[in-house]
C-alpha cells in the first residue's frame, strides 16, 4: 500500500513538472535575440516637457514647463517633423471638432492654456484658430517670461495638413473629445478617403470610453483602437487564458499602452507576448510611470529600463534624446 502511495505521489509530481515546463515553454521568451530592436512612439511629436509629479487632473503643462531645451511646440507641423527627422516610427497627435466640422489638432479643452484665445475649440471656425499664439502661454519661470510667445501664430494644424504633409507616416490620434460627433467625423471626412494601405498606419485611442469606437468598428473591422476600458476588458482575459498561447478575440485590431512595470506580469512577456499581439494586428506600447500622465522613456537612463531584447515601441516625450 505505501508502495503504491508513493507510486502515486510521483505520477502526480511528474505530471505537475511537465506541466509546469509546457507552460514555461509556451510563454518564455529566452530563445529570442537580445539585439535592441525596438520602435519609437513620439508623444505629441517633439515637445516641451515638465515635472510629472507636479501634475493633476487641472493642471496647465505650460506653465510648469522645463527651461527650453529645443524650439518646438507639441501638436504642431514641426514639432512632427522633428519627430520622425529625429527617428520616430509613429507620431501621436490630439483632435478637436471645429465650429466648422473640422478637427484640429490640439489637446487641451480650455484655448488660454496654451494660446492667447478663449473658450473652447469647437467654439470656433478652423481659419479663426489659425490666428492664435499656440506657444503663448508657455513659461518656466512662473510667468516671469514666455518663452515662445509671438512665435506659434498659425501654428494649430488641421488634420488634413497633416496627412497632406506625411502621406506614408504612421499616427496615433488621440480622440480628445470622444463622442460621436467627432468620431463620425473623423471617419466620414478622413479616414474613410484612405486607402487601406494608409488606414493600417493609423490608430485611434481615447482615454474614457468612446461613444464613437463601435462606429469605426463596424466601417474597418482591421482598424486599430484603444481606450482605456477595451485594454483593461482584454488584458483580464488574456491572464485567464494566455499561458494556453489562446488569445481573446477582443485583443484583436488594439493599441495596447502598457506601463513596464505591470506587462512583467502577462503571459510571454515581453517578446512571446509581442508576437502574439502582433498575430492578431495589435501594437504594443511600453510607458514609464503608472500610464497615468503619459510619462515616457525621456533620458538615456530611462531606456535602461527596458528589457533586453524589447521588440515593441516605447512611448516617449523626447525622441530627440533617446534615438542619440
Known sequence: MQKRKGKRTYIIFGVLTLLVVMVWMNNTSLFYSKDTNYKI????????????????????????????????LENTMPSMKAAFDNGADVVELDIKLTKDHQLAVFHDFALEYRTNGKGEVKDYLMNE?????VGYRYTADNGESFPFRGKGIGMMPSLDEVF?????????????????ETTK????????????????????????DSEGFDYLRSKHAELKL?????????????????????????????????PLKYAKYLWGWPNKFIDRMESVNTRVVIVEGNGKWSEGFDTK?????????????IWTNRVDKVTK
Open 129 to 133: 484658430l489659425k490666428k492664435l499664439d
Open 164 to 180: 497632406a504633409a506625411f502621406p506614408n507616416k504612421e499616427f496615433l490620434i488621440h480622440d480628445k473629445d470622444g463622442d460621436m
Open 301 to 313: 537612463e530611462s531606456l535602461e529600463k527596458i528589457p533586453e531584447g524589447y521588440q515593441g515601441y
Open 226 to 258: 484603444l481606450t482605456k476600458t477595451m485594454m483593461i476588458n482584454a488584458l483580464l482575459k488574456y491572464e485567464l487564458l494566455g499561458w494556453t498561447g489562446y488569445i481573446p478575440k477582443e485583443l484583436h485590431n488594439m493599441e495596447l499602452h502598457l
Open 41 to 72: 512612439l513620439a508623444h505629441r511629436g517633439l515637445a516641451q516637457t515638465f515635472d510629472i509629479s507636479k501634475v493633476e487632473y487641472d493642471t496647465n503643462t505650460a506653465d510648469i514647463i522645463y527651461p527650453p531645451e529645443h524650439p518646438y
Open 185 to 208: 467625423v473623423l471617419w466620414d471626412s478622413y479616414l474613410s478617403k484612405m486607402s487601406k494601405k494608409q488606414l493600417d498606419k493609423i490608430t485611434v485611442y481615447n482615454d474614457g
